[in-house]
Each structure stands twice: as structure tokens, then as C-alpha cells.
């Protein structure tokens, strides 16, 4: 207390994908506060609660400071030496792969790490240790949003700059809370000087809708439907740029001839909106003296049809010209901190550097760059993180390792994940706490650094490179994931990784991994350039312009296409829901962020009591004062909300920002995934977690 800094440096912050750069203060070396950056352009001296915090959650009694081993399969964890983990975990991995073959093994990682362990992690875990099946928590965020970029625009490229906030006239947020999830986004939108439009499209009358000039309120899972509808409108009333749709698209044709069944009146029963109120809403996201742009986020991302929802937006940002100019975009907004560098260089669903496993040419690129047989590179995708628990399940993968993320709280439908642990031979958690639920039962933990206790960098939403740095010493023997990857990789054998001896070194292969790619950052020279430039946007490549220009992409209206042009692509929406409400279970369950100071799973912000102080004390249950008074259920009573796979107890919070018929849990408690249904889109393979039938019980 009372120390004074003597030096200060700069990070990006660890929780969201806003990416808010913080000045750290130090003393000796080590961090004692902070404050954020004023001149960087993404917070403009900006910091949610979250970000004021984020040293406090590294001071936890539960950090893991040592590793733990469960020797015998009833015995409890204890402690042990790095040389004995490390040993046990790669004997133990390589003899279940003698035994059952080289795809028994998988991992399971997370949109938390930097750029440089995701790739160590997904080179060493694919091209070292030969595993085949691979996957993040990004597939539970952003998968969506992956696939529909992948297929519209030939590349996973989310085309805008922040500054596209404050440029637009219209604002249309599809299933976004932003005012909640991405507070200093939602500030910038607030300080837009155009008097914009603020559309919120939304079951919910969320915070964001409450400040919103418009909000539509539609059914749950109606948007697939409105947006086809908003189209049809469009087309009908005259109103598409024909010549941005002649020189920059495909597939117009098709998508015309495909409307013809989707007028307001034909999809009302789906939307639950009047036709005067979608044509009026077609007419303003298509008035061509405005610039508009259009937002999503979880509510499109994590449907069973997440994919064709987010080309639908795309479409009507297609169709009226809003493409590639200021205050225009069809903008996914991303989750977590680094899910952009998840997508680029985790290994994954792309292979390093945005290129394709199924591409003999970007094989034999990465194969000759890594200095290693191009036989060592699999030739199609592994599984999505479903379909490695489905592989859990049926006995094929019989070792999992899994990295900075808590699938026994956040997996849809927790309590299929949970069943399964009995059915691995070994389980290894890697992460800075021990307490969390899936740690508690593994057979190997591995003490991992936080942010804060280790370099590298991030990427935003807005594709801005930011470095992160060390400002902490990680506490007992605690190492960061580099670290670890490192021993690992030394322990496992073979000549594979020698050039990979720090953060930055790895770096700089990842920029020549990149060259000709359109993320293309070739033209980065290291961690002193990113921060002297305040963060650089992909693509940088070498001789690019000016660093610190704020760019976004499609400006010359080419997209990644072989052709060049961005595709129309459709499909008929699902009549049902998938698992529809009925006499039984006659509530939709609504889940998603309920507080600005809470983070996904709460493993690290419940650390901090000011954050803790700053968020619901309980878990609650949003009701619509009718439904409420039918079931007898007063004001803060507690209820039981009941699904087909489980039940929880909550407090009843009345309130008309629900719909009648519909109930809202925030995500942030364990509990809450006791009830989802688990139903995924086939696209993206992302769960959809907005939807699940429940009935509630006053207690
Ligand atoms: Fe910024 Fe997100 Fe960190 Fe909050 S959590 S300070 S919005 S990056």
C-alpha cells in the first residue's frame, strides 16, 4: 500500500475481444495499478470494470502454483515436480496412442491465450504429437461467424474499424447486447455525433435495447425469417444498388427467386412482427442516403442455423451497397480476447496462418516454412469440439488435454460432458486455477501463468494486433503456456520446434506464415512496431501503408473469392425450434451476459470482490410479470426452472423486458447449463445456447 510506480508499460487487456490497450504502473518491475491508455484508438481512455481488475484476479488463494497428479484412479491429486508431470503426462499420452492409435488423443483449448502459445499448441499438439482432433472454446463463440465469412467473402475477415461506430447513420444489432458484453464499444456508438438510428433486434428488451431509437422485438429464433423478409421488401419495393451488386457479387439471381415465399405476411407467424413493421425497417436498412451497418453477436453465432443468419445480414449489407465504405459492414463482434488469433493460428479449424488442411498447396507451404515432411500435416479437418465429446462418448479418443477453458461449466448441456470423464484414460487440465470444475477431476494439473505473468499478442475484433506483456512474476512454479509447450515438445522428441525459443521468435514465423495469405501481417517486424503504431490491423503486409491508419477491408470492392465476388447464400429456415416448448415444458429459456463486470464462466472475475460487489449476489431468473402471476410467483420468490436434463434454483426477477413465454438466465453461473438442449449448426458446428424448453415451479 502506498507504493509509488517508478516505470510504466503498456498491455492489452485479457478479457474481451474490445481489445482496450492499459498503462501498467510499476514498481521494481512488478505492476501495482492501472489505468488505461487515453491516446490508444481503440478505449480512447476507456476501461470497463473488468479491465480495472484485471490484476486483482491474479492474486486468487486457488491460483495453481504447483502441479498435481492423481496417481491411482480414487486417489486424490498431489503435488509433484515439473520433470514428473511433464514425463508422466507424454508416457502416458504416447502409450494410449500405441494402444489405440495415433487419433485417440485430442485437445481442447481456448480464445485466452496469445497468438504465439495458440500456435505452439496446435503445431505441437497436430505436426509433433500427431494428433488429429483439435478444437477451442472459440467454437462455442465464433465459429459462426468463421464459417459465414469463409463462404460469403472467401476468407474469415470481419471487414470493419471501430471507427465505423461513429461513421454510420444506422446501426442495426442482430443479437447483440453490447451496452453489457462490449461496454466500451457501446460507448463509442454513444458517441456518434450523426444522430444515428440504433436498431436492436431482439426477444429481449436488453440494455442495449433500452437506449436504442428502435427495438424488434421479435420470436426467439425469428431472425432468420426477418431477415429473409427485409429482403423481399427490398427487392419488391426497388431498393437494391444494383451496380455494387453487378461488379462485386454472385448468386443475386438465385437469392431474388428464392424470396418469393418469404413476404412480411408470409413469415409473420415466425417473426412475430406486424408487415407494416418489417417494411418499415427494410426501408430505413436500405435508404441510400445512409450509411448502414450491421452488428451481431451471440444471438446469431450460437443458433442451429447461426450460419445462414449471419449470410443473411451479409446479403442485406450486400444488396444495398453497404459494403467496404465508412459506417457500413456486416460486423461479427467478436468474444474473447484473442478468438480472432484462435481463428488464425490456433491450428484447428484453419491450419496455421488461415490456410486450409484440405489444400495441398497451403500444405506444402506450412510444411516447407516449419522445416518439417509435409506427411506430418493431416490432409482434412479434425473434429469439432462436439464430435470430439460424441468421440469421447463412443470410446475413440481415450486422452484429452485441455487448456485455459472449463467445459464442465460452459459445454451445452454440462452434464453429458460431465458424464463422460470416466470414459478418458488420461485427463490433463492446463490453468492459473486448480478450483475450477473440470481441474477438480483430472488426472494431470498443470500450473499455468495468467494474463499479466507472460508476453505475446492478441487480435481484436477490429483485426488490431496488440501486444500483451509480462508485468507479474506467475506465483509458486507456475509457468506460462509457452513454457510449457516447450517442455513438452522437448519431452515428447523429435527436432520439430527449435526455432521456437521465445514469444516473439515465434512471432516473427508467424508473420512469413502469413505472406500472400489475406491476413497477410509479413510487413510486422515485432512487438516494438505494434506498440510504437497503437496496434496494427490485419493485412500488413511488407511495404504496407502507414501502420497506425485505421483500415477496413472490401474498400475496393474485391472479396477472397476465386471470383473475386461475394456470394448470395441461402436456405430455408427450420419451421421448429429444436426442441420446441410444449404443455410440459411450456417456457423458451433465454441465456446470455447478465453483467458487465462478470466474464464467461466467472473463473477469474469471481476473484475480485469489487466485481463480485458489481454483479447479481445470486443467480436470478428474468419472468414476465404475467407469466409470473399465472404460476403465483411474486417478486425476488426463489423458483425452480426445470429442463429435460436438470434443474436449478433461482430468484425471481419480474420484469417486461421479457416477452410472455419466455425466461432469461445469465450464463455466468455453473448451473446454468444443466438445462440447454444441445442442438448445433451444421455449418459452423457452433451449440446453440438460446434456446431450450423449460418449465418453472414456485418453491
Ligand atoms: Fe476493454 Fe473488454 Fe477489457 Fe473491458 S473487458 S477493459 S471492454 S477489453
Redesign the pocket.
Known amino acids: 500500500a502506498g507504493a509509488v510506480p517508478d516505470a510504466v508499460t503498456t498491455s492489452i487487456?485479457g478479457?474481451?475481444?474490445?481489445?482496450?490497450r492499459?498503462r501498467l504502473h510499476l514498481k521494481d518491475g512488478e505492476a501495482i495499478g492501472l489505468t488505461?491508455e487515453a491516446r490508444y484508438p481503440v478505449?480512447l481512455g476507456m476501461?470497463?470494470p473488468?479491465?480495472?481488475e484485471?490484476l486483482a484476479v491474479l492474486d486468487a488463494p486457488d491460483r495453481a502454483t504447483v502441479p498435481l497428479l492423481r496417481e491411482h484412479a480414487n486417489g486424490g491429486l498431489r503435488e509433484t515436480t515439473w520433470d514428473h508431470a511433464i514425463g508422466t503426462m507424454v508416457s502416458r499420452f504416447k502409450d494410449i496412442q500405441a494402444r489405440h492409435g495415433q487419433e485417440s488423443l485430442a485437445f481442447i483449448s481456448t480464445g485466452q491465450i496469445p497468438c504465439e502459445e495458440m500456435a505452439f499448441l496446435g503445431a505441437l499438439a497436430k505436426f509433433g504429437m500427431g494428433m488429429k482432433h483439435g478444437d477451442g472454446n472459440t467454437r462455442q463463440c465464433m465459429a459462426t461467424a468463421v464459417a459465414a465469412y469463409k463462404q460469403s467473402f472467401g476468407f474469415d475477415a470481419p471487414p470493419y474499424t471501430y471507427a465505423d461506430f461513429e461513421e454510420s447513420d444506422v446501426l442495426v444489432f442482430v443479437g447483440a447486447n453490447p451496452a453489457i458484453a462490449?461496454?466500451?464499444l457501446w460507448q463509442r456508438v454513444l458517441s456518434n455525433r450523426r444522430s444515428p438510428e440504433i436498431v436492436v433486434i431482439d426477444p429481449r428488451r436488453t440494455e442495449t435495447a433500452h437506449s436504442a431509437t428502435r427495438h424488434i422485438a421479435l420470436k426467439p429464433k425469428g431472425d432468420l425469417w426477418l431477415l429473409y423478409a427485409l429482403a423481399r421488401c427490398i427487392m419488391d419495393e426497388g431498393r437494391i444498388d444494383q451496380q455494387f451488386l453487378n461488379a462485386h457479387t454472385s448468386g443475386f439471381e438465385e437469392f431474388k427467386t428464392f424470396l418469393a415465399n418469404y413476404s412480411p405476411e408470409e413469415v409473420e407467424k415466425h417473426t412475430g412482427l406486424t408487415p407494416d413493421a418489417v417494411r418499415a425497417l427494410a426501408r430505413l436498412v436500405s435508404d441510400p442516403t445512409k450509411r448502414v451497418s450491421w452488428w451481431w453477436t451471440m444471438g446469431v453465432n450460437q443458433s442451429y442455423e447461426g450460419t445462414r443468419t449471419a449470410q443473411a445480414i451479409i446479403n442485406l449489407a450486400l444488396m444495398t451497397g453497404n459494403m467496404g465504405k465508412p459506417g457500413t459492414g456486416a460486423n461479427s463482434i467478436t468474444g474473447q480476447?484473442n478468438a480472432m488469433g484462435s481463428r488464425l493460428f490456433s491450428n484447428t479449424t484453419n491450419l496455421l496462418g488461415g490456410h486450409d488442411f484440405t489444400n495441398p498447396a497451403h500444405r506444402e507451404k506450412i510444411a516447407r516454412l516449419l522445416g518439417m515432411d509435409e506427411s506430418r500435416i493431416q490432409r482434412e479437418n479434425g473434429w469439432a469440439y462436439d464430435q470430439i465429446i460424441d468421440g469421447i462418448e463412443r470410446g475413440d479418443i481415450k486422452g484429452l488435454w485441455i487448456i485455459a477453458t472449463n467445459p464442465s461449466h460452459s459445454w451445452i448441456n454440462q452434464g453429458r460432458f460431465q458424464t463422460l470423464r470416466d470414459k478418458l484414460e488420461f485427463l490433463v487440465v492446463q490453468d492459473m486455477y486448480s478450483s475450477t470444475e473440470t481441474a477438480q477431476v483430472c488426472d494431470l494439473l498443470l500450473p499455468a501463468a495468467g494474463w499479466g505473468e507472460k508476453e505475446g499478442v492478441f487480435i481484436n475484433s477490429e483485426r488490431r494486433i496488440g501486444a500483451i506483456r509480462q508485468v507479474r512474476k506467475p506465483p509458486g512454479v507456475a509457468l506460462s503456456d509457452f513454457r510449457i509447450f516447450r517442455l513438452l515438445a522437448n519431452a515428447w522428441g523429435g527436432d520439430l520446434f527449435a526455432e521456437w525459443t521465445s514469444p516473439e521468435a515465434v512471432f516473427r514465423l508467424l508473420t512469413k506464415i502469413t505472406e500472400g495469405q489475406p491476413c497477410d501481417i509479413s510487413g510486422i517486424s515485432g512487438y516494438e512496431m505494434i506498440d510504437a503504431a497503437g496496434g496494427i490491423q490485419w493485412p500488413y503486409p511488407s511495404n504496407g501503408p502507414d501502420p497506425s491508419r485505421e483500415r477496413r477491408l472490401f474498400a475496393d470492392g474485391r472479396f477472397y473469392t476465386a471470383d473475386q465476388r461475394a456470394k448470395f447464400l441461402f436456405d430455408a429456415p427450420a419451421e421448429l425450434l429444436p426442441e420446441e416448448p410444449d404443455g410440459k415444458y411450456p417456457f423458451i429459456l433465454l441465456t446470455g451476459r447478465g453483467s458487465s463486470s462478470q466474464?464467461h464462466t466467472q473463473t477469474r472475475t469471481a476473484k475480485s470482490s469489487i466485481l463480485r460487489k458489481l454483479s447479481p449476489s445470486e443467480l436470478y431468473v428474468d419472468i414476465h410479470p404475467s407469466d409470473a402471476a399465472r404460476y403465483g410467483i411474486s417478486e425476488h420468490d426463489q423458483v425452480e426452472v426445470v429442463s429435460r436434463r436438470g434443474s436449478l434454483m433461482a430468484r425471481a426477477w419480474l420484469t417486461p423486458t421479457m416477452q410472455p413465454g419466455q425466461v432469461f438466465l445469465p450464463m455466468h453461473d455453473s448451473e446454468v447449463n444443466r438445462l440447454t438442449h444441445a442442438s448445433f449448426d451444421p455449418h459452423s458446428r457452433q451449440p446453440s445456447y438460446k434456446a431450450s424448453a423449460v418449465a418453472i415451479r414456485k418453491y
Open positions: 487487456c478479457f474481451c475481444s474490445t481489445g482496450c492499459l488505461p478505449n476501461a470497463c473488468k479491465g480495472w484485471a462490449h461496454p466500451i480476447c466474464w
